[in-house]
């Protein structure tokens, strides 16, 4: 069974920059061939996908995210990233780093950003 874990959150001020980590435990080279995504909940509203990635590099953006955040992955590491730039209060949530096909979700790193 793979393991994620998230890291790289933080509370940042609007327009500000942060990139988030995920890396992959128990499978080598999971981040190579798996779907994988970032999603985020912010409190009172449901969890939402923000952006994803196929084991061959096409990524997808949610329109609210599209031109700020870019997903991105290093093979050899094991790891997904999430750059996030120019970001907005709406941003700030718990954000999960996850292998929705095979079922397994990281345990979530708190963005906070404020006005």
């Known amino acids: 069974q793979v393991q994620l874990v998230e890291s790289g959150g933080g509370s940042v001020q609007a327009g500000g920059s942060l990139r988030l980590s995920c890396a992959a435990y128990?499978?080598?080279?999971?981040?190579?061939?798996?779907?994988m995504g970032w999603f985020r909940q912010a409190p009172g509203k449901e969890r939402e996908r923000v952006a994803d990635?196929?084991?061959?590099?096409?990524?997808s953006y949610a329109d609210s995210v599209k031109g700020r955040f870019t997903i991105s992955k290093d093979n050899a590491k094991n790891t997904l990233y999430l750059q996030m730039s120019s970001l907005r209060p709406e941003d700030t949530g718990m954000y999960y780093c996850?292998?929705?096909?095979?079922?397994?979700w990281g345990q979530g790193t708190q963005v906070t950003v404020s006005s």
């Open positions: 996850a292998a929705p096909r095979s079922n397994r």
């Open positions: 128990g499978i080598p080279y999971f981040v190579s061939y798996a779907y």
């Open positions: 990635i196929e084991g061959n590099g096409l990524a």
